[in-house]
């Protein structure tokens, strides 16, 4: 039983987290009604297929799979140069479908080379501590604009919701560090559904949609056609495939180093593994006409707040969210949930990952090292958040899904500072 209702708090967690991404980019592409309902249900279902490959033939760790920011970076992208570079918009998402599919298959590729591995010596605990701080900071942007409100009921600031979005953020505070052991381990899953509540009596939630649509809906393939091979988008693919492996190794090394913190873990986790599974999920993607799936740090947050550590619960959350997502009336009641809920909810669990940085921060040696990597890293990454997005227009896809995210441009230039000054520090050394 115990593990059970772990599992469905494993299962609150995604679907908040998750429920976002699909449905923005369904109304990018103009998809309404039943098609942007089985849009979602399709990703929903990538998502729990994704993660119960990885939690048992990859790198088998607890770490939810949800629609990478990356993939949604560029469907928004692409969808605004639909016109352009393509005749309609179904032939966009053709030719994003294929990107997928070769994404995927040059994860299979660089994980059977064995250059996942050497990659991820580039991930020391200065970098995995920057990655996180910006994780933090770019998210921050999305959880104070939907707490607040912003496009919830108008495109301004809502004072009534942003009321009710405080309560429920010091609601999850408490219980999440309630004295009490069973309070604190589901505190997510409580907060959730107060929250929920809170925004239902003061009539802040929107009403559960219905449909007429079948009880059971299987999810199917190729929904926008056959998958279109663009000599631009491949490159773009190949690209977004190199920063996606940049985001799954930092994930996993989140959550593997709490792991060892918490005495859970002591053996060292196979990227290699998850390199390849990560790739079989980016053909399901691809191959199911979804959002493509990446390990998600946020895991380390919802580990860290709730102390479940094994993998059974995660495992039958899986189970349950594939379930859930072939039943179109249970899908509309997670779609329900109000998005400044999740985000109130969110925002506590993420902000449990500051500690973790400075942890990974206090593992190194060299100070001087350490506070030079932050200082460029962070003013590049954290710069690169705002600048407008307008100011991309005219630029390469490829120049553009590196510019435009700060994470993983903020990440690169850590890596590439850290690896520098390591290499000066060796080479004074050797004098």
């Known amino acids: 039983m115990k593990n059970l209702v772990s599992a469905f708090q494993w299962v609150a967690f995604v679907m908040a987290s998750s429920i976002v991404a699909p449905i923005a980019v369904a109304d990018l592409f103009g998809l309404s009604g039943a098609d942007a309902a089985e849009f979602v249900q399709r990703t929903i279902f990538v998502l729990g297929v994704a993660g119960l490959l990885q939690v048992t033939l990859g790198h088998k760790l607890p770490i939810n799979e949800g629609p990478a920011g990356l993939w949604w970076g ?193 053996n060292k986790v196979s990227l290699k593994k998850g390199g390849f599974v990560t790739g079989v999920n980016q053909l399901i993607g691809g191959l199911f006409s979804a959002i493509g799936p990446v390990p998600i740090s946020g895991a380390a947050g919802f580990i860290a707040t709730t102390r479940i550590t094994s993998r059974l619960p995660f495992i039958l959350g899986a189970v349950l969210i594939i379930g859930f997502s072939l039943f179109p009336s249970i899908m509309n009641i997670f779609s329900s949930l109000p998005v400044p809920v999740g985000y109130s909810v969110t925002f506590v669990v993420f902000a449990s990952m500051i500690g973790m940085a400075f942890s990974d921060f206090d593992k190194e040696a060299d100070s001087a090292r350490v506070r030079s990597v932050i200082g460029v890293s962070l003013l590049c990454g954290v710069g690169v958040m705002f600048v407008p997005s307008e100011a991309f227009k005219g630029i390469s896809p490829i120049v553009t899904s590196l510019l435009s995210n700060g994470l993983i441009f903020g990440t690169i230039i850590a890596i590439i500072t850290d690896q520098w000054l390591l290499f000066i520090s060796k080479k004074r050394a050797l004098r």
Do not use: C
């Open 74 to 266: 560029v469907f928004a992208l692409y969808a605004g140069m639909s016109t352009t570079l393509f005749a309609t918009a179904t032939e966009t998402l053709q030719a994003l479908q294929g990107a997928m599919l070769m994404s995927g298959v040059l994860f299979i590729l660089l994980s059977l080379a064995g250059l996942i591995d050497k990659i991820s010596k580039l991930f020391t605990p200065v970098v995995t501590g920057i990655y996180i701080l910006l994780l933090v900071m770019q998210l921050s942007k999305s959880f104070l604009n939907g707490m607040l409100g912003v496009g919830y009921n108008s495109s301004g600031v809502d004072l009534k919701i942003a009321a009710l979005s405080l309560v429920t953020v010091l609601f999850t505070f408490y219980v999440t560090r309630h004295k009490l052991d069973a309070i604190r381990q589901y505190g997510v899953l409580i907060a959730l559904i107060f929250g929920w509540a809170l925004f239902a009596i003061f009539g802040a939630a929107r009403p559960i949609t219905s449909s007429h649509q079948s009880i059971i809906s299987l999810p199917k393939m190729f929904v926008f056609g056959e998958p279109h091979f663009d000599f631009g988008m491949i490159m773009t693919s190949i690209f977004v495939t190199l920063l996606l492996l940049t985001n799954m190794i930092a994930s996993v090394r989140v959550v593997e180093n709490l792991m060892k913190s918490l005495g859970i873990i002591q």
